[in-house]
T-cell receptor, first 114, second 112 residues
Framework: AQSVAQPEDQVNVAEGNPLTVKCTYSVSGNPYLFWYVQYPNRGLQFLLK??????LVKGSYGFEAEFNKSQTSFHLKKPSALVSDSALYFC????????????FGAGTRLFVKA | DAGVTQSPTHLIKTRGQQVTLRCSPK?????VSWYQQALGQGPQFIFQYYEEEERQRGNFPDRFSGHQFPNYSSELNVNALLLGDSALYLC???????????FGSGTRLTVV
């Protein structure tokens, strides 16, 4: 089955430290991968996407993600976390079910402590 | 440039009633997808509209139906509401499915 998984419900990191939010996927064919962020009582905001090309993708707000085909992973990273980065992060993948749709992981809550 | 607009922002309905949620996509976008996000969970795909037709559907019962208009705006209809339909309903627009979505802020539906 085509799917996306976020193995951590919550990630805690101190402000100024690097952060990683993990994502693994299972799709047929070449993956189209996305990261979104959600703040309380709001819709999701697009951060970045991987379609093809360089395995390191840069996105909004200083975030980047590394595509690893052999490990079927697409981890979200930031070199130096800010308290304002505290939010809910979703990994998503486009899947082919006779047409295309995007499915989302269960989400990872990021807490950045001052 | 307006983003995705959803209305209403909040709604309270009684079990068994029907509800219609509305979405205006971002200017230039032609594809609208609807998602249901229960509290503490990731968004679950309901269906997707393109060229006024339902192109893809998730694992939702026929009580959930939709429509897309010539101006690309869309409606989500839910009949015979159940308590379990209480959730945040998100509309996302895109220019084809190959690119990232732009999401609206959602409609919070509470069924009592």
């Amino acid at each position: 089955a085509q799917s996306v998984a976020q193995p951590e419900d919550q990630v805690n990191v101190a402000e100024g430290n690097p952060l990683t939010v993990k994502c693994t996927y299972s799709v047929s064919g070449n993956p189209y991968l996305f990261w979104y962020v959600q703040y309380p009582n709001r819709g999701l905001q697009f951060l970045l996407k991987y379609i093809t090309g360089d395995n390191l993708v840069k996105g909004s707000y200083g975030f980047e993600a590394e595509f690893n085909k052999s490990q079927t992973s697409f981890h979200l990273k930031k070199p130096s976390a800010l308290v304002s980065d505290s939010a809910l992060y979703f990994c998503a993948v486009r899947v082919d079910t006779g047409g295309f749709k995007t499915i989302f992981g269960a989400g990872t809550r990021l807490f950045v402590k001052a | 440039d307006a983003g995705v607009t959803q209305s209403p922002t909040h709604l309270i309905k009684t079990r068994g009633q029907q509800v219609t949620l509305r979405c205006s996509p971002k200017s230039g976008h032609d594809t609208v997808s609807w998602y249901q996000q229960a509290l503490g969970q990731g968004p679950q795909f309901i269906f997707q509209y393109y060229e006024e037709e339902e192109r893809q559907r998730g694992n939702f019962p026929d009580r959930f139906s939709g429509h897309q208009f010539p101006n690309y705006s869309s409606e989500l209809n839910v009949n015979a509401l159940l308590l379990g339909d209480s959730a945040l309903y998100l509309c996302a627009s895109s220019l084809t499915v190959n690119y990232g979505y732009t999401f609206g802020s959602g409609t919070r539906l509470t069924v009592v």
